[in-house]
């Protein structure tokens, strides 16, 4: 029987439509870049680009194929046309047009993209490659590079920069970055432990062990806040704390070498010098201290603590051919002898400085009250800041006086920290007040006095005057001028408060002051008179260019009104007489 023929419902059709889109155009430029056709890349990319004028990755690979090409001027302009009018935050467009313009030898420009790409890049995707192209572009201009800030690294250059203040001294502003640093990064241990040190060095203890207990909280194992833990409980009076630290750190040995030398020396600080020995000693034979006298002199140190002066000797000897100019290998050397007798007990520092008794010593045959080198010493400033927190009152005056003579940004914060603190002596506070006040020129302060915070002017703290004289400043300023190489801060602030005083208990009936070293004269005759120093109407008299008479009578005058004389009686009996 024959079959029925039937036509099919719906037509079966082997044609499959093209979908001629930015995806399709790409596709088919990756092909041809496979392929080595390169005209065919670019006529496909450029399609791709048309179909999707706001996707900047189209004409990134646009400006990529031109570059292969070597079109360098093209390529550049569609990548500024990127950043210009598509999306700025395609910041790896600079360092596409650097490397175009290094291939053009503009070597000015490719350095200009090149900075920019590296101060406006968060993620460094070319950070490997831009290190590269900066060796080149160095090399070509025959100068280094005048790049300052890596935005990919901006907590790494923060943390730097603080490193290196703190070595200074600077302990206020590194606290300042440290800070800055730590709220954007939680999870940087190294900016918090060295935060934790610089609230140490100056005297902040609670601020320093709450930053290393969180340290160690989040991260128990953590070998620096471990050592600095086992030293600021050993420095706040609980030793056997840190003992204990101590106690399990001597069982480690740690493999890279900073965590090495940072162990060594927490051995050292706390008296475990066997520890601190054999880690020194491994430090300098992996090659460590071949240009680095302070290895050399902490190893010494070390050796010397535990008796083997012969290898303490030949340490010594190291680090003065290493350090030839300097007079610490020299000074342990020359007491090498005196300690192997036995006759001088102490523990050898493993600071790489003098001690601070043979600094005092350089210091007393120098025209300089404190040398600058010893200003900046990161070791006596941090002693300076602790003492004007945790120091009895004498010893605070003593820094508040020394603060005066190194006069730089941290004593200024530490100062004007002092004198709000409600709890800080009004005396101490108001010295600290004299010296800010010469120290910042007009500026006003803040300060708290009378348990009262208060804003204070560039002028003397006068409450019970109301209003101060041109002239009186007059007199005040000759005075501090005459005597200022002669007499201390206090004995200056002491002068001042003696003036104030003076026309504070007179007012309204104030001297008329017709003669300005006359009345400055007195003042410095009373104010040495005061503070038990040898001296005489005479002497004071060829000193201002005045007579002996006006001396006297000013004298006389300042003396009978602020009862002076029965002050002075009071406290300094037998040798606080005034002349007749």
Not at 285 to 311: M, Q, T, V, W
Request: net charge negative; with cysteine; proline share 4%.
């Amino acid at each position: 029987m024959e079959k029925k023929k039937r036509v099919s419902a719906a037509p079966r059709t082997k044609i499959v439509p093209i979908q001629m889109d930015a995806t399709f155009f790409f596709e088919r430029a990756v092909q041809s870049l496979d392929r080595y056709h390169y005209d065919k890349a670019l006529k496909y990319f450029r399609r791709a680009a048309e179909f999707e004028p706001e996707n900047p990755v189209n004409h990134c690979n646009l400006a990529g194929i031109l570059s292969e090409m070597g079109n360098y001027s093209e390529s550049n302009a569609i990548l500024q046309k990127i950043l210009t009018d598509i999306d700025y935050s395609m910041t790896e467009c600079h360092f596409y047009m650097a490397n175009n313009f290094a291939n053009m030898e503009d070597y000015e420009s490719a350095e200009k993209a090149l900075t920019k790409y590296l101060e406006n890049d968060p993620n460094g995707q070319f950070l490997e490659e831009s290190e590269e192209m900066m060796e080149l572009l160095s090399y070509e201009l025959e100068r280094p590079l005048s790049v300052s800030y890596i935005k990919s690294r901006e907590g790494l250059f923060e943390h730097d920069k603080a490193r290196a203040l703190l070595e200074e001294g600077k302990f206020s502003e590194a606290v300042r970055i440290l800070e800055r640093l730590v709220k954007k990064h939680n999870d940087f241990y190294a900016a918090r432990n060295n935060l934790a040190l610089a609230y140490y060095y100056i005297g902040q203890f609670e601020k320093a062990l709450t930053t290393i207990r969180d340290v160690l909280s989040d991260d128990p194992g953590n070998l620096h806040a471990l050592c600095n833990m086992a030293i600021f409980q050993q420095h706040t009076g609980d030793p056997a704390s840190g003992k204990a630290i101590a106690s399990g750190l001597s069982k480690i040995y740690p493999y890279h070498p900073d965590h090495t030398f940072k162990l060594a020396t927490t051995m050292g600080i706390l008296g475990e010098h066997e520890a601190a020995h054999r880690l020194f000693k491994r430090l300098i034979k992996l090659g460590e201290g071949a240009s680095d006298p302070s290895l050399y002199h902490f190893a010494a140190a070390a050796a010397c603590n535990i008796g083997r002066f012969n290898e303490a000797q030949r340490l010594w000897r190291l680090a003065e051919k290493v350090d030839p100019k300097s007079e610490i290998p020299k000074f342990y050397l020359s007491q090498l002898p005196a300690i192997q007798a036995k006759l001088s007990r102490t523990t050898i520092s493993y600071h790489y400085h003098l001690p601070f008794e043979e600094q005092f010593r350089t210091m007393e045959k120098s025209d300089e009250l404190i040398p600058e080198q010893l200003k900046r010493d990161p070791l006596v400033r941090s002693s300076f800041f602790w003492a004007l927190r945790h120091g009895d009152v004498q010893t605070k005056l003593q820094v508040i006086q020394v603060f005066g003579i190194i006069a730089d940004d941290e004593v200024k914060d530490a100062l004007q920290a002092f004198i709000m603190e409600p709890e800080e002596d009004d005396y101490l506070k108001k010295v600290a007040i004299f010296v800010l006040r010469g120290l910042n020129g007009d500026e006003p302060l803040t300060a708290t006095l009378g348990g009262k915070q208060m804003e204070l002017d560039s002028s003397p703290f006068t409450p019970n005057l109301p209003f101060w004289e041109k002239k009186w400043q007059l007199v005040l300023e000759y005075a501090l001028c005459k005597m200022q190489r002669r007499f201390d801060i206090v004995q200056q602030h002491d002068l001042e408060t003696l003036w104030v005083e003076c026309l504070s208990r007179a007012f309204p009936n104030v001297p008329k002051v017709s003669k300005v070293e006359g009345w400055a004269a007195a003042l410095e005759y009373l104010t040495a008179k005061m503070h038990r120093r040898a001296t005489s109407y005479h002497e004071v008299a060829v000193r201002y260019g005045v007579s002996i008479a006006t001396v006297s009578k000013n004298a006389k005058f300042i003396d009978e009104t602020c009862g002076l004389k029965e002050k002075m009686n009071a406290i300094f009996p037998k040798f606080a007489q005034l002349e007749p």
